[in-house]
């Protein structure tokens, strides 16, 4: 994830999710972290995703997709919510996810939306 | 910039802005990332930002504003249209800017949005 995701022209789905990591399991984290991208890459509707953890400990992960029905589906996915249980229990001090419907977009390069 | 942005309840909008630095100019770059911030800051409809870089080399800027209007308030605002044509001049040798209207928030500790 070394590039901003290649997604299509407008509209579609962004879920932006901030969070402040605890101490707790940093291997454990990344290997589920690591899963997470890998499942949510395999799901109906998925169309990229952005990641990136700064020296202040904030970290911020966004992925995009088709529709809020596949967002829905990703959020009941049974795997996914296991690991939505442990970061609630055990790996996140403190987190925000919002859902946003990405209405224009431009690049650089120029994209095909510019 | 180490706290999920504390945001009213939805809507609101986001501009997530995806950028992969040039090896250009750090110091200046710096200097000018913060003072956008600090400008930002400053604007009406402001509500936030959040912002990491992680080691693979992508940022992630968030910045949540009340209204469309407000974020044409500050793109066309002087100093931050330098600093747009700096960044695509020098700064970013790709990035990508997406304007989303926030529909759903959610957070821990539990926020009123829940």
């Known amino acids: 994830m070394s590039d901003p995701a290649a997604?299509?022209?407008?509209?579609?789905?962004?879920?932006?999710?901030?969070?402040?990591?605890?101490?707790?399991?940093?291997?454990?984290?990344?290997?589920?972290?690591?899963?997470?991208?890998?499942?949510?890459?395999?799901?109906?509707?998925?169309?990229?995703?952005?990641?990136?953890?700064?020296?202040g400990g904030l970290g911020i992960t966004v992925s995009y997709w088709t529709s809020e029905e596949a967002i829905r589906n990703w959020r009941e996915q049974a795997e996914h919510q296991l690991a939505q249980s442990l970061g609630r229990r055990e790996w996140y001090a403190s987190y925000e996810l919002r859902v946003?419907?990405?209405e224009r977009a431009y690049g650089l390069p120029a994209s095909e939306a510019d």
Chains 1, 2 share one sequence.
Request: hydrophobic share 40%; aromatic share 10%; glycine share 10%.
């Open 7 to 55: 997604t299509p022209l407008p509209p579609y789905y962004a879920v932006i999710f901030t969070s402040v990591r605890t101490p707790a399991d940093p291997a454990g984290y990344e290997a589920m972290a690591q899963r997470m991208i890998e499942l949510a890459g395999q799901q109906p509707g998925f169309l990229g995703v952005e990641s990136a953890r700064g020296e």
């Open 100 to 102: 946003a419907r990405v």
